[in-house]
């Protein structure tokens, strides 16, 4: 019920192509979903992030899709650049507390 | 703004060991939790302190221990260490608990 699982495992797309990660939950409790970027080397980046009550956020490129129905939630990266080649990382939390569930990570690599 | 500082980077131990990680948050945080990250098992919460009191506590065994100091600042504790402890030891801050959360580069403890 604390699981978060995420796919695919591995993403390649082509450098102006849209990288699309999916991740689903069980628990319902949960009520922040947050996404990170992760280089080699270095820690987790926080990218974006939602609340339950909102179906779609978007920054930039970057745009999360929330369905509450459905107990999914993804991440949209437009225009994707080779730059964007890293692992992403979905997660969720419950209220106050600092504990993130994540799941399992996606390799993404934007070819030129 | 500085971010949050982990050290030390690198750190190599044989089994039965133990080993104390730090980690300074970023200034006014008073959130500190802690994850472990490996390929096999991904990122995994262990514990979080806020205002020097564990608030929540991941799956892990009693060998794994951390404490916060008045200044904000958290230390991670390994006792008896085995060779499944070879991890990446991320720390990330919040002002307040889960929302959002900014990791460190993290402690990589290897175990031979």
């Known amino acids: 019920q604390q699981q978060v699982k995420q796919s695919p495992q591995s993403l390649i797309v082509q450098k102006g192509g849209i990288s699309i990660i999916n991740c689903a939950y069980e628990?319902?409790?949960?009520?922040?979903f947050p996404w990170y970027q992760q280089f080699p080397g270095k820690g987790p980046a926080l990218l974006i992030a939602?609340?339950?009550?909102?179906s779609e956020k978007k920054e930039g490129r970057f745009t999360i899709s929330f369905n509450k129905s459905a107990k999914q939630f993804s991440l949209h990266i437009m225009d994707s650049q080779p730059g964007d080649s890293a692992t992403y990382f979905c997660?969720?939390?419950?209220?106050?507390?600092?504990?993130?569930?994540f799941g399992q990570g996606t390799e993404l690599s934007v070819k030129p | 703004k500085a971010g949050v500082t982990q050290t030390p980077r690198y750190l190599i131990k044989t089994r039965g060991q133990q080993v104390t990680l730090s980690c300074s948050p970023i200034?006014?945080?008073?959130?500190v939790s802690w994850y472990q990250q490996t390929p096999g098992q991904g990122l995994q919460f262990l514990f979080e302190?806020?205002?020097?009191?564990?608030?929540n506590k991941g799956n892990f065994p009693g060998r794994f221990s951390g404490r916060q100091f008045s200044n904000s600042r958290s230390e991670m504790n390994v006792s008896t260490l085995e060779l499944g402890d070879s991890a990446l030891y991320l720390c990330?801050?919040?002002?307040?608990?889960?929302?959002?959360?900014?990791f460190g580069d993290g402690t990589r403890l290897s175990i031979l």
């Open positions: 997660a969720a939390s419950i209220g106050q507390g600092g504990k993130l569930i």
């Open positions: 628990n319902t409790a949960f009520d922040y």
């Open positions: 990330a801050s919040s002002l307040e608990g889960s929302t959002p959360q900014h």
């Open positions: 302190y806020f205002s020097e009191t564990q608030r």
């Open positions: 939602i609340r339950p009550d909102v």
């Open positions: 200034s006014g945080h008073r959130s």
